[in-house]
RNA sequence: GGUCCCAUCGUCCAGAGGCCUAGGACACCGCCCUUUCAAGGCGGCGACACGAGUUCGAAUCUCGUUGGGACCGCCA
């Protein structure tokens, strides 16, 4: 018997894609291409008044971002559409009628509202959570503990998402639903509801929520809202996705750094942890980091660009090949996209180098010296950063020189900064007549 | 207040009764390499919330306490 997984991720589009929902579609991805089921985007948009079309658009687009793509949405008709809970509203009222048919919801004001029974042991056994059991009264109450009878379809004709969602499930087959750890409180209503209609309940697994510094749920105040503010700030969706996915869950091998392909492979809902989780910027600096230094460097030049760009860099004159090999050349320094894109300005720029040093530490007694060796370095036989190391160490041996002397002032009037790489690769990879011009500007050749 | 959930280094995770004088990663600190570190190497600091049980033996099981979180909308 072959059985077909099949999850969903359905946001509702009153805000972008922020990390906590990026999180949850993360993980009902992993589970879909892991089982090699079914993923399903559907848009809860049952809220008229905050919902909007740019917000779902923002919302696909930030799951593209993060290189989550669903089977079924909005966008991509499958047999269990519509996609978007505003047009289902058919089957919304179809089964409200049923349960007022049978006695077990009633009209109150224009709304309909699920009559909650007394007396009944809502279980369930989570995925992740285990077993949960709540008595039927409790599991809608008002403030003030009496029982609340659940409100299924609002006075406007549309459902609440307590109702809508348990409609959808069940009519879209999804037989797996992975949410948020604040829906625990929900499922016995919706379990109530199931029960009510005869339906067949899919299993749950929650994953415990993301919480800030301040270990309070995060909120679209707190922290970075869209998962483009990432973007921006110079993070990776490799970098993201890896970041997520160690949040919550970790593979059995104990590998931290991973591809998609291996989060795949060895993704385990039953390894997935109960407790919250803080959300460390530090963390995610240092996996961003990694995923830089692994990512295929003509990729990661396509990502680099824009920000040599927003820096002001023209790099038109320059081939894939030389940019490339100067992001390669920064050996995988800088945490984020934008601090090697500034990092490594000088490949790009001489103007970059101009305006952070002048120079004005070069002591003239030394100058002569400097410009000798330079002289005879720029006219090195090979100019690779073996030869040229090579041909520094010897030179400064004979020359009874040392190469904090020569190499210092060198990676100064190169790059312009105190720290870069090895500075033999960085004049390599710029070549014998750009090291000639720059060192020629500075007067030390 | 009520209901539900959670509880291992500052943070993220290992640990599913003896393999734990609790392991890894990030951060932090120190050392080393080197022409520099924003790269690399090595090391250090640092936790089983507390109390009762159960057991020959508990971070692991049970109960309680404490602490934290979520939810209590005709929002989702």
Not at 219 to 232: L, M, P
Not at 255 to 261: G, M
Not at 299 to 316: A, N, Q, R, T, V
Not at 356 to 384: C, M, Q, S, W
Request: glycine share 8%.
């Amino acid at each position: 018997m072959s059985f077909k997984t099949r999850v969903r991720f359905a946001p509702s589009p009153t805000g972008s894609l922020h990390i906590g929902g990026a999180h949850t579609a993360l993980f009902n991805w992993l589970y879909a291409r892991h089982t090699g089921g079914t993923f399903v985007l559907r848009i809860e948009d049952t809220d008229k008044e905050r919902s909007t079309a740019e917000y779902e658009q923002s919302i696909m687009d930030g799951m593209r971002w993060m290189g989550l793509d669903w089977d079924e949405g909005p966008d991509k008709p499958g047999e269990f559409g519509p996609y978007r809970q505003s047009e289902r509203m058919d089957s919304y009222t179809k089964y409200a009628n049923r349960l007022l048919d049978a006695g077990l919801a009633y009209k109150d004001d224009g709304a309909v509202l699920f009559k909650v029974p007394t007396g009944k042991l809502v279980t369930f056994d989570d995925e992740v959570y285990g077993h949960i059991e709540v008595l039927s009264e409790n599991a809608s109450v008002n403030q003030d503990g009496t029982i609340k009878d659940i409100v299924i379809l609002k006075r406007d004709g549309m459902p609440t998402y307590n109702y809508a969602v348990v409609i959808d499930d069940c009519t879209m087959n999804i037989n797996m639903v992975i949410r948020g750890e604040d829906h625990i409180i929900n499922t016995p209503k919706q379990l109530l509801i199931y029960q009510a209609l005869g339906f067949e309940a899919p299993k749950f697994a929650h994953l415990p929520m993301i919480l800030g510094k301040d270990k309070k749920k995060l909120s679209k105040r707190q922290g970075a809202t869209s998962v483009f503010e990432y973007n921006d700030l110079g993070y990776l969706p490799d970098g993201v996705f890896n970041f997520l996915a160690l949040l919550g869950w970790s593979p059995k091998n104990g590998q931290e750094i991973f591809t998609r392909e291996e989060a795949i492979k060895n993704f385990d809902l039953s390894s997935v942890t109960k407790k919250p989780a803080v959300l460390d910027m530090d963390k995610l600096n240092h996996i961003n980091q990694e995923q830089m230094k692994i990512m295929d460097p003509y990729k990661l030049l396509e990502i680099i660009k824009p920000f040599w760009k927003d820096l002001g860099f023209d790099i038109s004159s320059y081939s894939d090949d030389y940019l490339a090999f100067s992001l390669q050349t920064m050996g995988g320094r800088g945490q984020t996209t934008l601090q090697l894109a500034e990092y490594s300005d000088y490949f790009i720029s001489f103007d970059a180098v101009k305006e952070r040093y002048k120079a004005d530490d070069i002591n003239e007694e030394h100058r002569p010296v400097l410009k000798k060796f330079y002289g005879e370095l720029l006219n090195a036989p090979d100019f690779t950063p073996e030869a040229l190391e090579a041909f520094t160490k010897s030179w400064v041996e004979t020359n009874e020189s040392s190469m904090k002397e020569v190499a210092l002032p060198l990676r100064w009037a190169l790059t312009g900064r105190k720290v870069s790489p090895g500075v033999f690769e960085v004049a390599a990879q710029l070549g014998r007549d750009e090291c000639r011009r720059r060192l020629a500007y500075y007067d030390l050749v």
